[in-house]
């Protein structure tokens, strides 16, 4: 008997963790809709975001993580605030902050692909507008914190960051693949990349504009190498638009012959 139990419990157990596998991988290839993602995390994270989306309590919707996501990005730019004018320790609030921004602005649209009801276009046009809006904040509260010329690293930040949110856009727009990621670096790794010098900055103060400064030439960098590879994409649309057009005239020549 104790035999035919354990044995009952054993056959639960695998038919429990085959049942697992097939919703974590049902869950991925359903995240993954019409998103291709480069970035050095992308592996862990898409693991996360798979699990994530079938725990989401069905009253919860896309947009509503859309809100919680924004409200991370208006956690980071108070915590600025608060470093300014109460105490650099406040500036610790930004890394939960970039954990609410990452939970948020990861799932909204990913979440729609799960429960199957995507608004493909206007899901893009508003992530796009409340990442833009998110960026403008979090810069702003940069140029509060930060002491005399150093403002202007939170202004190049936020030029720089939406350069390449255009790069990323315009990627979309001729290649037909819509990738958030420029190379290996997408939104998480910024995120750590700033909480990190952030966290930095509350331990060993100045340490903050230096840090942002080099994030900024980092940036400039990286967005010089993908508007590069933008222009080769480009380039290569319009050679295949003008053969398929000769083909197309052609055929009509011979057609009209």
């Not at 939104?187 to 903050?208: D, Q």
Request: include cysteine; charge should be positive; glycine fraction near 8%.
């Amino acid at each position: 008997m104790a035999t035919f139990v354990t044995g009952y419990k054993n056959h639960s157990k695998e038919t429990e963790m085959n049942t697992t596998k097939k919703n974590m991988a049902k869950s991925l290839r359903l995240i993954a809709t019409d998103r291709q993602r480069t970035n050095i995390l992308r592996a862990g994270e898409q693991k996360s975001i798979a699990y994530l989306v079938q725990k989401i309590p069905s009253w919860i919707s896309s947009d509503g993580l859309t809100a919680i996501g924004s409200f991370g990005n208006l956690m980071v730019a108070a915590s600025f605030v608060m470093g300014a004018y109460l105490s650099r320790y406040w500036l610790l609030i930004s890394i939960i902050g970039f954990i609410i921004n990452w939970f948020g602005d990861s799932l909204d649209g990913r979440l729609a692909y799960y429960r199957r009801s995507p608004r493909k276009w206007y899901g893009f046009s508003l992530d796009v507008t409340v990442d833009w809006i998110g960026t403008i904040l979090i810069g702003l509260g940069f140029t509060i914190y930060a002491p005399g010329v150093w403002k202007y690293a939170g202004f190049m930040f936020v030029v720089f960051y939406g350069w390449e949110m255009i790069t990323a856009q315009l990627r979309y727009k001729i290649g037909g693949q819509y990738s958030i990621d420029s190379g290996i670096f997408g939104p998480t790794e910024v995120r750590l990349l700033l909480a990190g010098i952030i966290t930095f900055e509350v331990f060993v103060p100045g340490s903050l504009q230096y840090l942002a400064a080099a994030a900024c030439i980092f940036l400039l960098f990286s967005n010089f190498v993908e508007t590069r590879k933008l222009l080769i994409l480009a380039d290569t649309r319009d050679k295949e638009d003008r053969m398929a057009k000769e083909k197309e005239q052609n055929a009509s020549r011979k057609e009209n012959a």
